[in-house]
Structure formats: structure tokens, C-alpha cells
């Protein structure tokens, strides 16, 4: 059986063929981007030249890039032009958090899943991958701090939150992957009220060991320390929190 003649990928400068044409377009240089034809600092071809290319109208151009300048994809610099952005931004993962505060559909289902899918992929990468010494020596630090903080007598709930999820970033940034720290952040900044609510509920319930005991947990197994399923620790971490979100 022969195999057929192997597609020839699109570049950039390709005329698009499909008429969606400033969705088209923005997926052309997103993908030029993930694909390494378009790098960190580059400079993009004139309006004029764009439109040429890609048999598209100046006003159609221009209306890509400004969506992309909103998503952090590409900076207008005058009088040089319009160029990629040096490295990632929180900037891009912007409108998906909007999009999901905004969905009508969204539950705290949906929030529960969002956040079990985040946390379940960042502690199997890191596993996957081995935390370095220095990794593992600032998750340390900050369960420390954390603890310092949940047993102390004037307590403080947004504090105590906020250093909690200074250590997931942590967790997050062990994984030495830009974008999965900011799919972290952008959770983070999701869940910050239902993270202060659920810390309040602790300690309305006299409970604060039980911040001590999860965070040790999920760190053992992260470490090696614990033979204990991740799957367990995790679900265990979300015990007031699910109630949080309702």
C-alpha cells in the first residue's frame, strides 16, 4: 500500500486558505511561534506585506495583531514595528481566566476539576522529572514560614492563604516550565477568595493541624519521602475547600 505524498507544512508567510481570516490569521503566527519560525524578539513582516501574504485586507491585519497585543503574543514598538514578546506573560492566560468568571455554565464542579487537573499534572511532572536541591530546599522554606504562621496564636487567614499558595507556585515552578506556572497563577488567582474562606473554616473548626498534616503529605511524596498515592494526598487537600467553592 503506498503512502501518500506528505503534507507540506505552512510557514507563515503561506496565503491562508481557509476564511475565518483574523481567527486564521492569529493561529498563523501563534503557530509560527510554537513552531520556532518566530522567535522571542522577532520582528513581524509590515501590515502591507501580511496582507499581501496572506490575501488578507490591512484592516483584517490589523485587527489580529491588536488581539494579539491583548493576549501578550506580540508588543507594538514605534517607530520599529510590531515584534514577538520576550518570554511568556501572565498577560496571555488573561482571557481565559476572564472567559471562565464570565462562563454562564461554569460550576464549582468545574472549578473542582480545573483545579484537580492542575495540581495532579504539576505533582506528576515534577515526580516524572525529580525535584533538584534547591527545589526542594525552598518548598522547605516555605512550609516552614507556613506553618510558622498557622500556629501562631494572632493568626492571620489571608496570610496564611497567601502562603499557601506561594508554595504551590513553588511546586509549580519545580516544574521548570513557564507555562505551566502561569496555568498555576491563573488558578491561584481563581480560587484566592475560596482558599481565604476555606482557611477560615478550619480554624472555625479548631482544625489547623490539619494544614500542617495535608501540605506535609503531598510534599512527602513530591520529596520521595511517601510511598502514599498522590491521588489520596491531593484529595485529602481538597476536604474544605470543595465546601469553599459552593
Request: aromatic share 6%.
Amino acid at each position: 500500500m503506498k503512502s501518500g505524498n506528505p503534507v507540506e507544512r505552512e510557514t507563515l508567510m503561506s496565503p491562508i486558505k481557509k476564511k475565518s481570516m483574523v481567527d486564521a490569521i492569529i493561529n498563523k503566527i501563534t503557530d509560527a511561534v510554537i513552531s520556532g519560525e518566530l522567535k522571542p524578539g522577532d520582528k513581524l513582516p509590515t501590515e502591507a506585506k501580511l496582507a499581501e501574504t496572506m490575501s488578507a485586507s490591512k484592516n483584517t491585519i490589523r485587527e489580529a495583531i491588536k488581539i494579539l497585543v491583548a493576549y501578550g503574543v506580540v508588543e507594538i514598538r514605534r517607530p520599529e514595528g510590531t515584534f514577538i514578546t520576550n518570554g511568556f506573560s501572565k498577560k496571555m492566560l488573561d482571557p481565559m481566566l476572564y472567559s471562565i468568571i464570565y462562563s454562564k455554565t461554569s460550576s464549582a464542579e468545574d472549578l473542582l476539576g480545573l483545579r484537580q487537573m492542575i495540581d495532579y499534572g504539576i505533582s506528576h511532572l515534577v515526580m516524572q522529572q525529580g525535584l533538584s536541591v534547591q527545589a526542594r530546599d525552598r518548598l522547605e522554606r516555605i512550609y516552614d514560614s507556613l506553618c510558622e504562621k498557622i500556629l501562631k496564636e494572632d493568626y492571620d487567614v489571608r496570610e496564611i492563604a497567601e502562603e499557601d499558595i506561594a508554595l504551590h507556585h513553588a511546586m509549580a515552578s519545580a516544574t521548570n516550565n513557564d507555562l505551566v506556572k502561569m496555568m498555576h497563577d491563573v488558578l491561584a488567582d481563581l480560587t484566592y477568595e475560596s482558599r481565604v474562606r476555606s482557611v477560615e473554616n478550619i480554624y472555625a473548626d479548631n482544625n489547623r493541624q490539619y494544614l500542617v498534616d495535608t501540605h506535609r503529605r503531598v510534599l512527602d511524596i513530591l520529596e520521595g519521602k511517601s510511598k502514599e498515592p498522590l491521588g489520596g494526598a491531593l484529595e485529602y487537600s481538597y476536604i474544605y475547600w470543595k465546601h469553599s467553592i459552593k
